[in-house]
């Protein structure tokens, strides 16, 4: 059964996107994160500060694992580090998969993160400043990763409707 990956850096857009997809496709949507707390009963930060992001990693692994298994069609948004951690990466190639690779520049990313960074454990104790220098060292960092989904959105400058329209073209 077919999988549609949205996929790219925290406050890209993923879930945003990949509700309204869902809306127009009638194809359900599960976000990992949710997922996740859902399996590990804490929040992403709770679990980040109880047992730590290794901890996290696995279960974001295995529970993509799982996600890609099921037998039914899911539009899946990712974390923003799901590509970058074990084979993941590997994976948004795999067989009925589409990825996409939702582009944002570090200036539409700090945007957006800057006043909503309190649930996102990597950027909640940093001043706009250093924010900025980590947005920037580490989307560059994680680019290699993005670049291997099938299909690249930028989505700097464009609305919901915009973008959901560009995928729609990509599913037709
Ligand atoms: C993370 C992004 C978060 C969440 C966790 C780690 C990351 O997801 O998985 O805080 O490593 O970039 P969002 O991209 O949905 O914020």
Excluded: W
Excluded at 18 to 39: Q, W
Excluded at 59 to 70: K, P, R, T
Excluded at 91 to 104: E, F, M, P, R
Aim: charged share 25%.
């Amino acid at each position: 059964m077919r999988k549609i990956i949205l996929l790219g850096y925290m406050g890209c857009g993923k879930s945003t996107i990949a509700k309204t997809l869902s809306n127009t496709t009638k194809i359900p949507f599960v976000d990992l994160d949710k997922s996740i707390e859902e399996r590990a009963n804490l929040t992403v930060n709770e679990i980040f500060e109880q047992d730590g992001e290794i901890y996290f990693r696995k279960l974001e692994h295995d529970i993509f694992i799982e996600l890609l298994n099921s037998p039914e069609d899911l539009i899946i948004g990712l974390g923003g580090g799901t590509p970058c951690y074990a084979n993941n990466h590997e994976l948004l190639n795999g067989d009925a998969v589409l990825s996409i690779y939702l582009k944002a520049s570090v200036a539409t990313l700090f945007d957006r993160l800057v006043a909503n960074k309190s649930k996102r454990p990597l950027i909640a104790d940093k001043s706009e400043e250093e924010m900025k220098e980590f947005i920037a060292k580490h989307l560059f960092d994680r680019s290699y990763y993005y670049n291997q989904a099938q299909h690249k959105v930028n989505v700097d400058g464009r609305s919901i409707e915009q973008t959901v329209n560009e995928i729609l073209n990509l599913l037709a």
